[in-house]
């Protein structure tokens, strides 16, 4: 769970993705899935990039991605 600095007050957070890690590099509320651009909530951030540097809402994003770019 994040501290109330990293979520911020609100708006989009800038995120780096590491594995198994993220670092929050701009405090906000949420990032965007780089499929549906949906907003995931920091909190409920699961699943990632770390080669691409994306955030995916769910694992049906993950296999999406996966589908129309090939492997990591």
């Known amino acids: 769970m994040l501290g109330r600095y990293e979520r911020g007050a609100g708006g989009e957070a800038v995120v780096a993705y590491g594995d198994g890690t993220m670092r929050v590099v701009k405090p906000g509320a949420f990032v965007r899935c780089a499929v549906t651009g949906a907003e995931i909530a920091l909190d409920d951030l699961r699943y990632w990039s770390a080669v691409r540097q ?15 770019t090939g492997r990591p």
Do not use: F, G
């Open 54 to 68: 994306e955030a995916y809402a769910s694992p049906e994003a993950v296999l999406e991605r996966l589908r129309r």
